[in-house]
Structure formats: structure tokens, C-alpha cells
């Protein structure tokens, strides 16, 4: 990826503005802070769309039917199965970025350690303050391997943290290759990944779709904003005229 310095001078955009380039720390701080609060702000404008329609009990009722219908669809087999992917979002996500990061900060590679431990740790301590915020009650239908589950349930934590978390390792993947084919597969088993944990959070009935739609929304807010945030630092090397490996 080529950057021309005379264009970006000329640019209006603020990570383009002559603030940013005097001061780049500040501005980044200003660029997470703004980034989190606006990334919040989804999950607050989605709640407000739908308290705005005329029968608001829309939302809910469609909440409870496609909950209904996975209970009455669902099976032990079922259940076994999709509560083991449904790791993939909690115990088994944590573990693969705590090996990415750990492998980065081996490598003394400070930017794409930097990127992974802000977008995944931003990204949990979002929905932390989302959950509190919103304090949603789980479904009372959620099957018995998560019923243990004490914690406020609006966004879905499972969906933002996939969203944002495999979303930022299959950035880092795709940046790194040249052939499309193989970006595009790359992108396409993430997404893939990301709907299916989701799915499995819906399907054991511990998150209602608004919750897992919600997450979705507000993840993928903060992602951007991380994703923009390193390409900012990435420009000012090449700018600088250092290397950059991508």
C-alpha cells in the first residue's frame, strides 16, 4: 500500500491535518476516545430506533420468535455442539489473541501487538460498559449450559468479541498477501466464523438476536476505528521514509 505525502498534506481529513501530524499521541488519543464513545453510541441509537416504533413491543416479539423456534428445533446433540463452537467466542478467543499478541511482543513487533491488545481489549471493556449500562437480563429459556451465566446480557459479548477479535487477526492476515483469492478466503472464513458464534449464542438461547445484532453493530464501530488508527501509524513511517512491514 503506497502513500504520497504531498496528498496527504493537502487532505482535510483529521488523521491528514496538520494537528495530527504535530501531534500524533494526542490526536490517537482523541481518535480511540471519540471512536469508543461513538462505537457506544450504536448500541444506544439502535435502543432508541426501537423504542421510536409505534408498537414497541415489535423488537421483543421478534426476539421471542426466533428464540421460540431454536428451543423448539433444538437437541442435545444439538446443544453439545454448538456449546463447544460457542467457545470459540469466550475461553478459546482468549487464548488465541493472548498467543497472536504474546507471538508479536516475541517478535518485538510493538505496532501489531499494539493493534491487537487495544481493538481486543477496547472491545471487551466496551461491551463491559455497555452491559452495565443497558443491564439486560439473559433469557429465561437459555439451555442448562449456560444458565449459570450472571452477567447482564445486552450486547452480546460473544458476538462483539468475535466480531472485533477475528476480525482484526484476519485484517493482519489479509494485509500480509497479495493474491486475492486468498484474501477473499481469508475474509470469508471469518465472517463466516464471527455469524456462527452468534448463531450458537442465539441457539442456546443465552442472547436474544437484537443482543448478538447489537454486538455486531458496536464491534465492528470499534474495529474501524482501530484498523484506522494503526494505518495512521503505518503512514506516518512511510512518510518518514522507514520500513514498514505489513
Wanted: net charge positive; proline share 2%; glycine share 10%.
Amino acid at each position: 500500500m503506497q502513500f504520497v505525502a504531498g496528498a496527504h498534506h493537502s487532505s482535510r481529513k483529521p488523521w491528514n491535518s496538520r494537528f495530527a501530524s504535530l501531534h500524533p499521541r494526542v490526536y490517537l488519543a482523541i481518535h480511540y476516545l471519540v471512536g469508543f464513545v461513538a462505537a457506544g453510541a450504536i448500541a444506544w441509537l439502535i435502543v432508541g430506533v426501537a423504542n421510536m416504533v409505534p408498537d414497541k413491543s415489535l423488537i421483543a416479539e421478534i426476539d421471542d420468535a426466533v428464540t421460540n423456534w431454536m428451543t423448539q428445533h433444538g437437541s442435545d446433540g444439538g446443544d453439545s455442539m454448538f456449546s463447544a463452537i460457542s467457545l470459540l467466542g469466550g475461553p478459546l478467543l482468549v487464548v488465541i489473541v493472548a498467543t497472536v499478541a504474546g507471538t508479536f511482543a516475541t517478535r518485538r513487533d510493538w505496532r501489531r501487538f499494539a493493534l491487537v491488545a487495544v481493538t481486543c481489549g477496547g472491545g471487551l471493556l466496551l461491551n463491559a460498559v455497555l452491559r452495565e449500562t443497558f443491564r439486560r437480563a439473559h433469557p429465561l429459556d437459555a439451555t442448562a449450559f449456560v444458565t449459570a451465566a450472571q452477567s447482564w446480557n445486552f450486547p452480546s459479548g460473544h458476538a462483539m468479541n468475535a466480531l472485533v477479535c477475528y476480525g482484526v487477526l484476519a485484517y493482519l492476515m489479509i494485509a500480509g498477501l497479495s493474491r486475492s483469492s486468498a484474501r477473499s478466503s481469508i475474509g470469508i472464513a471469518a465472517g463466516g466464523l464471527i455469524v456462527l458464534v452468534g448463531f450458537t449464542r442465539i441457539y442456546l438461547g443465552v442472547h436474544f438476536l437484537s443482543d448478538v445484532v447489537t454486538g455486531y453493530a458496536a464491534g465492528a464501530v470499534w474495529l474501524l476505528v482501530c484498523i484506522a488508527a494503526y494505518q495512521f501509524v503505518r503512514m506516518r513511517y512511510v512518510v518518514a521514509g522507514a520500513t514498514v512491514s505489513v
